[in-house]
């Protein structure tokens, strides 16, 4: 990617967790999905402030002034794009490549998935004027051993079978979260509309305004070093918004963090990070 302008005023606009994302090319804006399974909680935080979402069916996060020239141009498709990853060896940590595409048949193993309206709610969130980017990978590096991914067929249990086999279903690294930028070389501002309730920001030079919009799963997993080497995450659950996969996969990875724990993290479970669609129009279907 280009380098970050220091003296540009910014939103950035962090996305993790059960979440579909689209790049809407007609209006420049991201479309996403945040599937409202019950076992997850959505919130939406500005700062250290959360805003009301819990019975949000609608959420816009749009610029109000004039976003930086050429962004467009620079950024076609609405991302750094920058071509496939070799999920076990590319280096380029901010392709948006590295986020699990359902486009993409390396990544879900068959072409031509299509959405379908899920069983439970969905909450349409739009990002206009940003440029999305892989925000970091998963698993996390040790200085003793490489962690991968396995994509592993739904319902089968990867501690439970020979490293002949385990090897067949490894995928290697994946993205940890999806990371938008809005940038203005002036004073940037940001409205917030929540169901036709607006939160209005501004932005002076040089400053970023940090945007969190998570889905995860509300279940705390405490560390247990006693537990399987490999933990299942949620990304099973994105068919029940796909009507045609010919077989379904789930994700299993390792503790999180493999090393140098943050004090503050209390959950180390393999988690749910949002995909995208990579060739889509738009993912209105959900929402119909």
Known sequence: MKKKNEKAATATIEIDGLAICCYVINYNRWDIGVLRDPQHRFTLSVGHDDL????????????????????????PGG??????????????????????????????????LELQK???PVTK???????????????LESEKKKFDMYLVP???????????????????????????EIGAAAALKIEIDIDGKKY?????????????????????HLRDETAPLLYKGDFHLYYDAIKNANQQFALWG???????????????????????????????????
Request: charged share 30%; hydrophobic share 30%; glycine share 8%.
């Open 79 to 112: 991302c750094y794009d920058a071509g496939n990853v070799d999920r076990r060896g590319s280096k380029d940590p901010d392709n948006m490549r590295w986020v699990m595409d359902l486009n993409n048949s390396r990544d879900v193993g068959q072409d031509g």
């Open 154 to 180: 739904h319902g089968k249990d990867p501690n439970k079978i020979k490293q002949t086999e385990l090897d067949k279903y490894r995928l290697g690294k994946i993205s940890d979260l999806i990371v938008g």
């Open 118 to 120: 899920p069983k439970n």
């Open 125 to 139: 969130v739009e990002v206009s004027g940003s440029v999305f980017r892989c925000g970091g990978l998963f698993p």
């Open 254 to 288: 390792p503790l999180r963090p493999t090393e140098k724990i943050p004090a503050e993290m209390v959950d180390f479970r393999t988690d749910c990070n949002a995909v995208w669609l990579s060739e889509a129009e738009n993912i209105d279907v959900l929402f119909s």
């Open 52 to 75: 009301p979402v819990d019975a949000a069916k609608r959420v816009r996060i749009y610029p109000v002034s004039q976003i930086m020239p050429g962004q467009n141009e620079d950024y």
């Open 200 to 220: 209005p920001y501004e932005v002076p030079p040089g400053s970023n305004l940090e945007i969190r919009v998570m889905n995860m799963d509300a279940k705390s």
